[in-house]
């Protein structure tokens, strides 16, 4: 624990919710006078379910810290109960400062309020003075650039607007807390920059940031720790890179066992994929190997009932556990087409050779139908590269040289001049060792 004065306190917090179920459909009388005769109050069955598991931490003020963990484990939970959304079921927290959060579009907005009343509607919640908004509205507007349409009903907004301008209001409001969800993913590649940079600034002028992401490289560029949550549970707390490879690993191990393909599916697609696996050079299944392998990725998939891909579209982008993105490619970009309409199959990427230094790596897959996007799974499979001693030297090239290994040709060329003065120069001091040691002195 840091020896600053805490931002966050967090005891033993529980949060547990009520799980309805529907009542099955009766197709007779006589079932449904047996069902109204063993329940005659007519209660639906109900079950519980623990989002959060006696969560425990503290955070000092300062300090950005990255929650990581896979879907289903709790973060967006934790962060809800961080920004006073919802209640925790029991337990302790304390917050000393202001919190500006940003967990998913349209948080805190109202959607009937332009873009500029709903400034000022969101400064008033966290107790700014209208004159403090006033100072700082230009700033706001500026860098969420919707200056066009800021006295637009926020409804009318797409995604990436409406993640601007609640980004831009959560971090120049002067929030000592700053809570960052994935949310930022709707936005572009740009204005991600900028998000990061900003946070950046957050964090540098002493106020404290929390940041969930599936963006490991984020992660790891901006937090200086990292809590690491898995079935509602805290399983690590203390230095990022220690978080990250927690995580990793927590993962890795996950492919030994059944894993659904929904915890690992962005809100916005529909259920395509239905199961996906990385093959080794044996065609067999394979997560661990050895730098310039053969990989081949392979997405198994099926329409809905009644809906059929009329031109069948797969993505691939690997990511490095710290580095970010290392490559992508998708099968419009290299011409491949099929023009064969389909409601399910198997579609497969082989790459050749795969030039990846040692490390840990996740991929996103995506499918689509022509130029639609339909489904995508972020970071279900995960693999390790073993180093290998690639350029048969016996050495194996170093870790910290970036992402990929690079195959060289190189080539020497003397210079016949200077290489016959010092062939001379080496004939002289041969021939008068005594002469070539009194010019030296």
């Not at 009318?156 to 949310?183: K, Q, T, W």
């Not at 199959?345 to 991929?363: D, E, F, N």
Request: glycine letters at 10%; aromatic letters at 8%; one cysteine or more.
């Amino acid at each position: 624990m840091s020896s600053k004065h805490p931002a966050i306190s967090v005891q033993n917090v529980v949060k547990t919710y009520v799980v309805g179920h529907k009542a099955a459909r009766h197709t007779t009388l006589g079932e449904a006078l047996t069902a109204r005769l063993r329940n005659p109050f007519g209660r639906a069955q109900t079950d519980t379910f623990q989002a959060l598991k006696g969560v425990s931490f503290d955070i000092a003020e300062g300090e950005v810290v990255g929650i990581i963990g896979r879907n289903g484990a709790g973060k967006s939970t934790l962060l809800k109960i961080l920004s006073r959304i919802t209640l925790p079921t029991s337990g302790r927290m304390e917050l000393f400062g202001r919190v500006g959060s940003l967990l998913e579009v349209g948080t805190g907005f109202h959607p009937e309020l332009t873009g500029r009343e709903n400034i000022f509607l969101n400064g008033a919640i966290l107790g700014m003075p209208r004159r403090d908004i006033e100072r700082r509205f230009d700033e706001i507007v500026a860098f969420a650039d919707v200056e066009t349409f800021l006295d637009t009903p926020v409804k009318r907004y797409s995604s990436g607007m409406y993640v601007r301008l609640a980004f831009a209001v959560a971090a120049h409001l002067n929030p000592e807390i700053l809570v960052v969800d994935e949310v930022l993913a709707v936005g572009d590649g740009e204005f991600q920059k900028k998000c990061l940079g900003k946070m950046k600034d957050v964090a540098s002028s002493g106020r404290t940031v929390l940041f969930v992401s599936h963006n490991i490289a984020a992660v790891s560029n901006l937090c200086t720790s990292a809590i690491v949550m898995e079935g509602g549970q805290l399983i690590f707390q203390g230095p990022t890179q220690q978080g990250i490879e927690r995580y990793l690993n927590t993962n890795l191990n996950a492919l030994e066992g059944d894993r659904d393909v929904k915890d690992f599916r962005p809100a916005w697609c529909k259920p395509y994929i239905t199961g996906a696996r990385i093959l080794g050079p044996a065609k067999r299944e394979q997560y661990t190997l050895p730098m310039g392998s053969e990989i081949t990725l392979e997405m198994t998939f099926r329409a809905p009932a009644g809906k059929t891909l009329r031109r069948p579209v797969m993505g691939v982008v690997i990511n490095h556990a710290t580095l970010g993105t290392v490559g992508g490619v998708n099968t419009r970009m290299t011409g491949f087409e099929s023009d064969e309409p389909c409601a399910a199959g198997v579609m497969s990427c082989t790459l050749k050779r795969m030039p990846l230094l040692q490390g840990s790596y996740s991929v996103e897959l995506w499918l689509g139908d022509g130029h639609e996007d339909l489904d995508c799974l972020m970071g279900y499979l995960t693999f390790q590269i073993e180093p290998t001693d690639i350029y048969g030297s016996g050495q194996t090239p170093f870790a910290r040289l970036g992402a990929i290994y690079l195959e060289p040709k190189w080539h020497l060329a003397a210079d016949p001049e200077v290489a016959a003065d010092s062939a001379a120069a080496a004939e002289s001091r041969a021939a008068d060792p005594l002469a070539a040691l009194s010019s030296e002195n």
